[in-house]
C-alpha cells in the first residue's frame, strides 16, 4: 500500500518570506499524481497544485511551486512570497494512476504560521 | 451548485444512536469520494463512488458505516450505533470524470461528527 509522510508537523515563516514544506512517499507503481492541498480553519480541502510523475517539469501554480524527485520518492512544495492568507494545514497526497483506484492518500500534514 | 455542499456542518449524537450525513456533490461530476478525518490527522478514505456504483468501500471501518448514492448525485453516509472513535469530520468530495484521473476532486466543508 501506499504512504505519504510529511515530517514536518509544523512551520513558520515570515510574511515576503519563503518556505518549503517537504513529503515523500513510498509506491512501487510508476505512473501516479501527487497533489498539495490546502485547509484553513474552515475544513474545507483546497488544491493548491499537482504533479503527473511522468513529468519531469516541476509544477508551478503562481507563487507556489513543486520540486519532484521521482527517484527519491520526494515532492516538496515551495511558497514564494509568504502571505497571511497562506497560513493553513497543508497536506500531501498521492493517487495511483491504475484504472479503478482513484482515491486519495494523505499525509498527516503540515500547519504553517505566518508572522507578519 | 457552485461546489460540494455537506450537511450538517455539525452533529452532536449520544454513543449508540444512528447518524446520517449528507453530500449534494457538484453538479454533473461522476466521482463521489467519502473521507474520515481524525483531529490533527490527514483525511483517510472510506468509500468511493462512479455514478450510483459503489466501486470501492475498502476504507469503511466496520459493518456500522454504510453509504449509497442511489440516483447518481447525492450521496449519504449513514453510521449505525455509534461509538466514541467515530467522532472526526467526514469530508465528502467530488470529481468530473473518472476516466481522466488526474482531474482533482473537489471538497466540502465537511461535517463535524461528535459522539458523546
Known amino acids: 500500500a501506499q504512504t505519504v509522510t510529511q515530517s514536518q508537523p509544523e512551520m513558520s515563516v515570515q510574511e515576503a518570506e519563503t518556505v518549503t514544506l517537504s513529503c515523500t512517499y513510498d509506491?512501487?507503481?510508476?505512473?501516479?499524481?501527487l497533489f498539495w492541498y490546502k485547509q484553513p480553519p474552515s475544513r474545507q480541502m483546497i488544491l493548491v497544485i499537482r504533479q503527473e510523475a511522468y513529468k519531469q517539469q516541476n509544477a508551478t501554480e503562481n507563487r507556489f511551486s513543486v520540486n519532484f524527485q521521482k527517484a527519491a520518492k520526494s515532492f516538496s512544495l515551495k511558497i514564494s512570497d509568504s502571505q497571511l492568507g497562506d497560513a493553513a494545514m497543508y497536506f500531501c497526497?498521492?493517487?495511483?494512476?491504475?484504472?479503478?483506484?482513484?482515491?486519495?492518500?494523505f499525509g498527516k500534514g503540515t500547519k504553517l504560521t505566518v508572522n507578519p | 451548485g457552485a461546489g460540494v455542499s455537506q450537511s450538517p456542518r455539525y452533529k452532536v449524537a449520544k454513543r449508540g444512536q444512528d447518524v446520517a450525513l449528507r453530500c449534494d456533490p457538484i453538479?454533473?461530476?461522476?466521482?463521489l469520494f467519502w473521507y474520515q478525518q481524525a483531529l490533527g490527522q490527514g483525511p483517510e478514505f472510506l468509500t468511493y463512488f462512479q455514478n450510483e456504483a459503489q466501486l470501492d468501500k475498502s476504507g469503511l471501518p466496520s459493518d456500522r458505516f454504510f453509504a449509497e448514492r442511489p440516483e447518481g448525485s447525492v450521496s449519504t453516509l449513514k453510521i449505525q450505533r455509534t461509538q466514541q472513535e467515530d467522532s472526526a469530520v467526514y469530508l465528502c468530495?467530488?470529481?468530473?470524470?473518472?476516466?481522466?484521473?488526474?482531474?482533482?476532486?473537489?471538497f466540502g466543508d465537511g461535517t463535524r461528527l461528535s459522539i458523546l
Open positions: 468530495a467530488s470529481s468530473f470524470d473518472s476516466g481522466v484521473s488526474n482531474q482533482p476532486q473537489h
Open positions: 497526497a498521492y493517487r495511483s494512476a491504475q484504472g479503478g483506484s482513484e482515491k486519495l492518500v
Open positions: 509506491t512501487s507503481e510508476s505512473d501516479y499524481y
Open positions: 453538479s454533473g461530476h461522476v466521482s
